[in-house]
């Protein structure tokens, strides 16, 4: 695991986290196993899995406060194809399930 230089934390080669500077140490555990479990689960399924990138933004974050919600992105490429999601919701557990499950629908279509 490594930050390359866009500030993008890189997983395992073909995973990118971008914009989890502010979630605290606890959290990202969390957000990493997730991810890593979905990453597994699409590596398994789509043997043309290229790239997983989830983007997260803080929305509504005041200076001195911490962000009410999390504006969430998740792109899968597999085969060239690239398969999005988003979702917007006030805990980044939920918005990260929410976020990847969407897009494991888009992709069974």
Same mark, same amino acid.
């Given at each position: *695991?490594? =930050?390359?230089?866009?500030?993008? !934390?890189? #997983? +395992?080669?073909?995973?990118? !986290?971008? +914009?989890?500077?502010?979630?605290?140490? +606890?959290?990202?555990?969390?957000?990493?196993? *997730? %991810?890593?479990?979905?990453?597994?689960?699409?590596?398994?399924? *789509? /043997? =043309?899995?290229? #790239? #997983?990138? %989830?983007?997260? &933004?803080? %929305?509504?974050?005041?200076?001195?406060? /911490?962000? &009410? @919600?999390?504006? #969430?992105?998740?792109? %899968?490429?597999? +085969?060239?194809? /690239?398969?999005?999601? =988003?979702?917007?919701?006030?805990?980044?557990?939920?918005?990260? =399930?929410?976020?990847?499950?969407?897009?494991?629908?888009? *992709?069974? @279509?």
């Amino acid at each position: *695991m490594s =930050d390359i230089n866009t500030g993008d !934390l890189e #997983l +395992g080669g073909n995973i990118v !986290l971008s +914009g989890f500077s502010e979630i605290d140490r +606890g959290s990202m555990v969390i957000v990493k196993k *997730m %991810v890593g479990t979905f990453a597994k689960r699409i590596s398994e399924n *789509m /043997p =043309d899995f290229e #790239l #997983l990138k %989830v983007t997260v &933004k803080p %929305v509504h974050k005041g200076e001195d406060m /911490p962000a &009410k @919600k999390f504006e #969430l992105k998740v792109q %899968v490429i597999a +085969g060239g194809k /690239p398969y999005n999601s =988003d979702v917007t919701d006030n805990n980044i557990f939920i918005v990260l =399930d929410k976020a990847l499950k969407k897009v494991e629908v888009s *992709m069974a @279509k």
